[in-house]
């Protein structure tokens, strides 16, 4: 069956940078354009970054451009999300996720398979 894995998340300072992966299996990873989300407390799930199938086409919310850079390795299976300069409103649960079309979108009913999440907390 399809299976997203996500690792990576842990504690950090204010201004300190952590790198999150996404490793998938049960799919064919190289057809998928993937995505990365987040959801803080109380509040509702937000797109944070995504990545066509190839890598060549990534798109951003704005409050994470320029600090978060995602990424992909096919040969892999995995996708990544470098963030830096991380900031206490960055502190959520960090979940991967497969888009069905090309150019992933921002709204989280157009992704299908998701992981269970990893949990990210900046203090100040």
């Known amino acids: 069956q399809v299976q997203l894995v996500e690792s990576g998340g842990g504690l950090v300072q204010a201004g300190g940078s952590l790198r999150l992966s996404c490793a998938a299996s049960?799919?064919?990873?190289?057809?998928?354009?993937m995505g990365w989300f987040r959801q803080a407390p109380g509040k509702e799930r937000e797109f944070v970054a995504g990545i066509n199938w190839s890598g060549s086409t990534t798109n951003y919310a704005a409050s994470v451009k320029g600090r978060f850079t995602i990424s992909r390795d096919n040969a892999k299976n995995t996708v990544y999300l470098q963030m830096d300069s991380l900031k206490p409103e960055d502190t959520g649960v960090y979940s991967c996720?497969?888009?069905?079309?090309?150019?992933?979108?921002?709204?989280?009913?157009?992704?299908?398979?998701w992981g269970q999440g990893t949990q990210v907390t900046v203090s100040s």
């Open positions: 996720a497969t888009y069905r079309g090309v150019v992933p979108g921002t709204q989280s009913g157009s992704y299908d398979y």
């Open positions: 049960g799919i064919t990873f190289s057809m998928y354009a």
